[in-house]
């Protein structure tokens, strides 16, 4: 089976969970050009220049909120995968109405790469 290639934004103010994060991605998805933002405008920025495919971001961002970075980038991208996590499930509702996929903080390794090899599968279908 051949090699997905993608772009993957991930966004997270905090440096060290942004860092654990994007290497997870990439460690599941080898071929992507996984791309770590602290600011969100930074991330939204990006994507109106770029191709996005897939977008991993924190709910509480400086500047914007993840639900602002999807909306502005799905306008954009209109098959782009969305997965926002927090560490309340105050957000799992909005999310899900939304269509966004949720996680809880921290992200477990493991929950992360379910997460990610569900997503990979929908876009291979």
């Keep these: 089976e051949g090699a997905i290639f993608m772009v993957v ?3 997270d103010s905090n ?6 994060t994007a290497q997870t991605i990439q460690s599941v998805y080898a071929e ?5 933002f602290d600011d969100g405008m930074d991330a939204v920025q ?14 509480m961002l400086p500047h914007l909120t993840g639900f602002d970075v999807a909306r502005l980038l799905r306008g954009r991208h209109p098959g ?11 957000f799992a509702g909005r999310a ?22 569900e997503t990979a599968a929908g876009r291979r279908g």
């Design 80 to 90: 782009m995968t969305t997965v926002l996590f927090d560490d309340s499930e105050a």
């Design 46 to 59: 990006y994507g109106f220049n770029h191709t996005v495919d897939a977008v991993y971001s924190a709910v």
């Design 32 to 36: 992507a050009d996984v791309l770590a």
């Design 96 to 117: 899900r109405r939304a269509r966004i996929g949720f996680c809880r903080k921290p992200l477990e390794e493991e929950a992360l790469r379910r997460l990610l090899a």
């Design 9 to 11: 934004l991930v966004i």
């Design 15 to 20: 440096p060290a969970e942004l860092m654990k």
